[in-house]
């Protein structure tokens, strides 16, 4: 039986487990990659672990969520990771050099290497044909300092595209598509694998834009073959020697094969609030809008925004639009200001914004009240945006520009013949914003630069043999990370600080939650389907852990989620019975009478309501390893035992 693209690049670094669909693996990872926002606390942790010089073939450092830099928490967090860089090993990408996946694919990015990176937009590697995923910083900081990435051994989807895209039909509606089959939590304990003829079609740009929203599927990654596409890419970028061809065996096996017909798809938005509500723009066309947003993780290659140009020129942003536009490298900023098409946007009203996540995470350009804004993002979250009644419509640059200048949604097929826009033969290559890390022989002399924003990670404790904590909050199904821990531009300066961002958890539920938690001392939070859903930030683990929360209790996880409160030592329970999950209350006393043995015996564990008086069984699925690591209270305290 043959292998599918995913299954060979995991053999290759396989370094412990079977490769059974549902095993614990631990996978060897060559590159790793952070960015600013969960990066302060990664090389936290990894100082703490108190490593040297990192281990792997690359570990670059991004700064490009926190620029606004309202006050002098942002700055002090990038001289931090600067001064950690150059002593401990990592490049280090200066604020300015652009948004980490976009960067990571031009510069670093190789096929057939494994990248673990503390953002759930990893996957975007996955358009060069790396195994590319998203996880918590912690884990990130075990990868940097030569230890394994675990995973659960992964079913394999096969995505086969045949055809050809129409003209202005656009990689976001292929993503697009294919979340509205499998749906936000289609993906989870999958990897979505593309194939089929309609591949060859797809610039690398193009396959980045796919496998970079697969994180919205909640699949472990995705990944594009490597062919010749792969390695002209690699060509232009200066990097010929970085390629290997890599594709699935004719007879390897799939568990599940979606069809898409490239020739049949059209303009699509994903409607609020879900990356899966999925309309034609044919159904939303003539309704007014408010703003457009091109740029972000997803869509802001170098082709993306040359049609973004291509549509703009020689016209004006309607008047009651407001249309930013964030190039997502320097590299693409300055072709774009060299070949003209930068001036082209400026000509036409667009408000230019410096190439990182900005409006993405709600750093600036919140739209207004109950506005309507067109985002080529790719989550469109209640309240991310940083409005809280904000209306955001997920779609295709080409669709944005166009609906920008219309001032109402439009299909951008009204354009006509489709515009004559190709790959450059060679970027613009210049690597001036990375800063090398110092020799070996020189690190003893760097200083580590803290500011007074930068607090400690919060305290761990072992499983205790029973807990006895009430229930400080229940919530319903698909709660997101931005949920559990906003970010925006008030919120994410604090990442650095746990006590003090934790005073934003869940606040978007139950502005009373981290009163009440901390009031408690101990709790435990009810939740259903799919909790943690979106980001791989480890706060919405470690906010909770500060506040006392010792268990979260729901229908089913998101997996980089489980993975961090596994890490931050928080018990991730499930219910036996969905049911179960009406009988706890907020307010509801729960005691979890004999929790250390039932864990360590892998057995399912008790939980007595006895505010109710009822008891239910609750499942913890955890690995020997992922055990002991509960057992120990933490990843950390984990390591430390057993290093
Ligand atoms: C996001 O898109 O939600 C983020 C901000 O990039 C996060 C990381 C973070 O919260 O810092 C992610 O996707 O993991
Ligand atoms: Fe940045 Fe947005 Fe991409 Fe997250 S999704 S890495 S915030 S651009």
Not at 305 to 326: E, F, H, P, T
Not at 341 to 354: S, V
Not at 540 to 551: N, R, T
Request: glycine share 10%; net charge negative; proline share 5%.
């Amino acid at each position: 039986m043959g292998y599918t693209i995913a299954q060979k690049i995991i053999k290759e670094h396989l370094v412990c487990g079977e490769m059974a669909v549902g095993n614990d693996i631990g996978l060897k990872i060559d590159q790793t990659l952070t960015q600013d926002a969960t990066g302060t606390m990664a090389y936290i942790e990894y100082e703490a672990m108190g490593i040297p010089r990192v281990k792997t073939e690359k570990s670059v450092a991004y700064i490009d969520h926190n620029t606004l830099q309202t006050g002098f928490e942002n700055a002090d967090d990038h001289r931090f990771i600067q001064s950690v860089c150059k002593k401990h090993g990592i490049y280090f990408s200066r604020p300015g050099n652009g948004i980490c996946h976009q960067v990571h694919l031009e510069r670093f990015g190789k096929p057939g290497k494994t990248l673990i990176g503390s953002d759930s937009h990893t996957p975007t590697g996955g358009g060069i044909g790396m195994l590319a995923i998203g996880a918590g910083g912690l884990d990130v900081a075990v990868a940097m300092g030569g230890g394994a990435y675990y995973i659960t051994m992964p079913k394999m989807v096969r995505v086969n595209l045949t055809g050809k895209l129409n003209p202005w039909v656009s990689a976001k509606d292929i993503i697009l598509a294919v979340l509205r089959v499998m749906s936000v939590k289609g993906g989870v304990g999958k990897i979505v694998e593309y194939g089929g003829d309609g591949v060859k079609t797809l610039t690398v740009p193009e396959r980045a834009t796919i496998t970079n929203m697969g994180a919205e599927l909640g699949a472990t990654t995705s990944v594009f073959p490597s062919d010749e596409t792969t390695r002209e890419f690699l060509k232009a970028q200066g990097r010929e020697e970085d390629y290997t061809e890599l594709k699935a065996d004719d007879d390897a096996v799939y568990d599940e094969i979606i069809e898409i017909n490239l020739s049949e798809l059209e303009p699509l938005a994903a409607c609020p609030h879900s990356p899966d509500n999925v309309k034609p723009i044919k159904e939303l066309e003539g309704q007014k809008i408010d703003q457009v947003c091109i740029g972000s993780c997803t869509n802001s290659s170098y082709l993306d925004l040359m049609r973004v140009a291509y549509i703009l020129k020689g016209k004006k942003v309607a008047d009651n639009v407001s249309l930013a536009i964030a190039p997502g490298s320097k590299q693409v900023f300055n072709m774009l200001a060299l070949n003209g098409a930068l001036g082209d946007m400026i000509a036409a009203g667009a408000r230019i914004l410096e190439s990182a996540c900005g409006p993405c995470i709600g750093m600036g350009q919140s739209p207004n009240s109950s506005g309507i804004s067109l985002r080529t993002f790719n989550r469109n979250f209640e309240g991310r945006s940083g409005t809280a009644d904000g209306q955001i419509y997920l779609v295709s640059p080409e669709t944005a520009a166009v609906s920008a200048i219309n001032g109402v949604f439009t299909d951008p097929r009204v354009l006509g013949e489709a515009a004559e826009i190709a790959m450059p033969e060679k970027f613009l290559i210049n690597d001036n914003m990375v800063i090398e890390p110092a020799p070996v022989e020189e690190m003893d002399n760097v200083e580590i630069l803290r500011g007074p924003n930068i607090k400690s990670y919060p305290k761990t404790s072992p499983l205790t043999d029973t807990i006895e904590a009430s229930c400080s909050l229940k919530v319903g199904d698909n709660i997101t990370t931005d949920h559990i821990m906003p970010a925006g531009a008030k919120i994410l300066p604090l990442r650095s600080n746990i006590p003090k961002i934790s005073e934003h958890c869940f606040t978007v539920c139950d502005k009373e939650f981290p009163e009440r938690a901390k009031t408690l001392g101990k709790s435990i939070i009810v939740g259903g389907e799919n909790y943690g859903q979106g980001s791989s930030r480890e706060h919405a683990a470690l906010a909770p852990l500060f506040l006392g929360v010792k268990a979260v209790l729901v229908k089913s996880f998101a997996r980089i989620h489980k993975s961090n409160l596994i890490n931050a030592g928080i018990l991730p329970l499930t219910f036996i019975n969905a049911d179960d999950y009406d009988k706890i209350k907020l307010g509801d006393m729960l005691e979890l009478p004999n929790v250390k043995n039932e864990i360590a015996s892998g057995e399912n564990v008790t939980v007595v309501n006895k505010t109710t008086g009822s008891t239910i069984k609750a499942n913890c699925e955890l690995s020997d390893r992922t055990r002991a690591i509960i057992l120990a209270g933490g990843l950390l305290d984990y390591t430390k035992e057993n290093s």
